[in-house]
């Protein structure tokens, strides 16, 4: 197996925790006076594969016009029903350890895991996260869809670094295994 291609998390949320507001609102974010693009693209260059919910999914195709954002990276969509494939999106239902396990057995870049928050909960359990970096908005908004949601798991964290694009900080962190 190729250790060397990681499960990063890479993800944006308020201060207090929250990827989206209940009604799955991101302007809190957006509003955010960051820097340059708050460094995505040098981010997305180190990916060539892209795991997300079918919540964030839906989001993406509802608030993103024209093409599909992740079009150039392997892109597979977590849902417990039953889909069609489009020509940008695999739909599956794979046990999430099988996945990627199946996915670092392969060669590659590393994997991005966009979220959300429900997704999420199911690698984290499995400790299968390699690294996280989250960009903390300067934003409390009270309520909303939690980026950690409650369950039974540890994860310990080894700081890699900290940047700041303006008003954003970056916090990238390794998971101790
Ligand atoms: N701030 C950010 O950077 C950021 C990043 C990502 C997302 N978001 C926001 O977060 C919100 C969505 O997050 P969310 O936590 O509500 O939902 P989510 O994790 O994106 O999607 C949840 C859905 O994914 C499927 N799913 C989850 N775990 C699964 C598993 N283990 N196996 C198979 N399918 C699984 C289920 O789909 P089915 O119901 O179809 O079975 C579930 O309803 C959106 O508003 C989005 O815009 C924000």
């Known amino acids: 197996m190729n ?3 990681d499960l990063v998390l890479y993800i944006a949320a308020s ?6 507001t209940e009604d799955d609102s991101l302007d809190w974010l957006f509003n955010v ?4 693009d708050n460094g995505i693209s040098e981010f997305y260059e180190t990916v060539d594969t892209v795991l997300m919910g079918k919540k964030t999914y839906d989001w993406i195709v509802k608030h993103e016009s024209g093409e599909f954002p992740y079009k150039n990276k392997e892109c597979y969509v977590f849902t417990r029903s039953t889909m ?18 199946e996915l670092k057995s392969q060669e590659g870049s590393n994997i991005w895991l966009v979220g959300g928050g429900e997704l999420l909960q ?10 996280i970096i989250l960009t903390v908005a300067p934003t409390i908004i ?8 409650k369950g039974d798991y540890q994860l310990d964290l080894i700081l ?17 295994k």
Do not use: C, M, W
């Open 142 to 149: 009270g309520k909303g869809i939690p980026l950690f949601n």
């Open 84 to 101: 069609e494939d489009t020509e940008d999106v695999k739909f599956t239902n794979k046990n999430v350890v099988g996945l990627t396990n």
């Open 160 to 176: 890699k670094g900290t940047r700041t694009f303006n008003q954003f900080v970056e916090l990238h962190y390794e998971v101790k």
């Open 3 to 5: 250790n060397k291609r």
């Open 15 to 20: 201060l207090d925790g929250y990827i989206a």
């Open 122 to 131: 199911s690698f984290l359990k499995e400790k299968l996260v390699d690294e």
């Open 33 to 36: 006076e960051g820097e340059g």
